[in-house]
């Protein structure tokens, strides 16, 4: 197998240089890509593993759902608000979730900071059942070749409580490894009891119902809880 020619080399350099201006490991891994034969094809390369550690942006174009690299563990973005501090700029108020352990902390973000955004392949399972007990996992099934994946808990947040039997879920993979887990948008739920009105001074009276996976919504008096399903939205 030839070396990479020199013209498919500066091509790539370019276009490199464009999408990930800054990255401090590019010009090493061109210049193994520029001495190395390749071995298999251009997606055997160093440079491929470059791309997608080095992709950085600013802190103001943080958003949910990202997920970053800080300080050697990767994070998923769970909010983030702009905020002003007068002379001291704008800055962005994160918070994030470790995707390992589970724990959320806030942090702050210099809108001119650079963050390591770590890309994800995002991909489509049923949900088959939850086991029981301390250290318990999501069990997942591809649809497509029927294997099971087993997640922790914690990758679908707040709405675990919503998982439902046979229900579409969607997990993000990083060298196939799940980081996070998210639910259809819109999840219909059964009310399984409605009580009566709550009357409260001032305020318009709410009544409450208890949906079968166990969570209470409240809603304005003379919602007919017992003969329309509840949505609950994420």
């Known amino acids: 197998m030839r070396p990479l020619p020199k013209r498919l080399a500066v091509a790539l350099r370019s276009c490199t240089a464009a999408a990930h201006g800054g990255c401090s490991n590019f010009s090493a891994s061109t210049a ?14 160093p440079w491929l593993a470059a791309q997608f550690r080095c992709a950085r942006l ?3 174009d943080v958003k949910p759902g990202n997920h970053i690299e800080r300080r050697g563990k990767i ?12 002379r001291g700029g704008a800055i962005i108020q994160v918070e994030l979730r470790d995707v390992d352990s589970g724990n ?14 770590i890309y994800v ?21 591809n649809p497509e070749s029927y294997e099971q994946l087993e997640v922790q808990p914690h990758l679908f947040g707040e709405s675990l409580v919503f998982l439902q039997d046979g229900m579409k879920v969607f997990v993000q993979l990083y060298d196939d490894r799940p980081l996070s887990a998210k639910i259809p948008k819109t999840v ?34 003379g919602t007919k809880f017992d003969q329309f399903v509840a949505e609950q939205s994420f």
């Open 75 to 86: 994070y998923e973005v769970i909010k983030a608000q702009h905020t002003t501090q007068g």
């Open 188 to 221: 219909t739920c059964t009310v399984a009891e409605a009580a009566e009105a709550r009357k409260g001074s001032g305020t318009p009276p709410y009544k409450r119902a208890l949906l079968d996976n166990g969570l209470t919504v409240q809603g304005l008096n």
């Open 58 to 60: 600013s802190g103001g």
């Open 104 to 117: 959320k902390l806030n942090e702050r973000l210099r809108t001119d900071e650079k963050v390591e955004q």
């Open 32 to 45: 193994r890509i520029n001495s190395q034969p390749l071995r298999g094809g251009l997606l055997e390369c």
């Open 121 to 141: 392949a995002e991909k489509s399972f049923e949900y088959l059942y939850t086991n029981d007990g301390d250290g318990g996992s999501v069990v997942l099934m």
